[in-house]
């Protein structure tokens, strides 16, 4: 059976603590349980981590519960949310019933009422899966030119390198396929996955930018889609042994 992840979002540790000790996770099939304090860092790990809802209060400092469920419906709109919340102020709720959050609550919450949301997101996230599913038969059956459409998704890519969320989803819906049927035959095409691809090429051109201009990190960074200058290091030292400055002086010692 389906285990699903969750990630819970307040700036008030003891909020944090009673939600993750009053749900019984278990028995509503959650295996996974994420905690942060902030937007910026709930993003972060939103693009981090496969995760299927969201559990958010709305005021929070760097940025409010509501830019953050805007946020995922821009960017990953198969992610359900639900606030709970000390307010009740009419255009906070007019705001979440626009975003298409599953509810609303008030603290404190009835953690048995959260659990019974919990559930009901589960199965819209179960429902949805199953029509990708049946769409990706049909498309085993009629598709006859996967090559072309690999060679498109390349090409999208390259366009938007500098888009830092480029989801698979997104791609999909670009090219009119699912996107499990878009990472299999990316994969039987290529050898390697859609995230991965992704990933070589922010490298490749993060590589040509350090030895071919003097650009600082941070903008090279967001150049290749990647907002935090700390992560690109983090991921350009793991890719290629070195730092991006160890890289620039490499290159330099070669001229």
Not at 92 to 111: C, I, M, N, Q, S
Not at 148 to 173: H, M
Not at 225 to 252: D, H, I
């Amino acid at each position: 059976m389906r285990e699903f992840s969750v990630l819970l979002v307040d700036d008030e540790e003891p909020a944090l603590e009673g939600l993750e000790k009053g749900v019984d996770w278990k028995k509503v099939g959650i295996s996974k349980i994420y905690k942060c304090h902030s937007k910026d860092t709930a993003i972060r790990m939103l693009k981090t981590y496969s995760i299927d809802m969201v559990v958010t209060d709305i005021e929070m400092p760097g940025g409010s519960g509501i830019e953050l469920i805007r946020w995922v419906r821009e960017n990953k709109p198969c992610t359900e949310s639900v606030f709970y919340t000390g307010h009740a102020e009419f255009e906070f709720v007019h705001e979440a019933l626009r975003l298409g959050v599953t509810d609303y609550l008030l603290k404190p919450v009835e953690y048995d009422t959260l659990e019974n949301i919990l559930l009901e997101m589960e199965k819209k996230i179960y429902e949805r899966e199953k029509s990708v599913d049946l769409k990706e038969i049909v498309e085993d059956l009629t598709d006859e030119s996967q090559i072309e459409v690999v060679d498109q998704v390349k090409k999208l890519i390259a366009e938007n390198i500098s888009v830092g969320n480029l989801q698979r989803e997104e791609l999909a819906n670009m090219v009119h396929i699912s996107p499990g049927y878009l990472s299999r035959i990316f994969k039987k095409e290529t050898g390697m996955s859609l995230s991965d691809y992704i990933i070589q090429r922010r490298i490749t051109i993060a590589k040509q930018l350090l030895a071919k201009t003097n650009l600082p990190v941070t903008t090279i960074a967001q150049k290749i889609g990647l907002s935090y200058a700390s992560y690109f290091t983090k991921l350009f030292k793991e890719k290629v042994n070195m730092t991006p400055q160890e890289y620039r002086q490499s290159q330099k010692t070669k001229i």
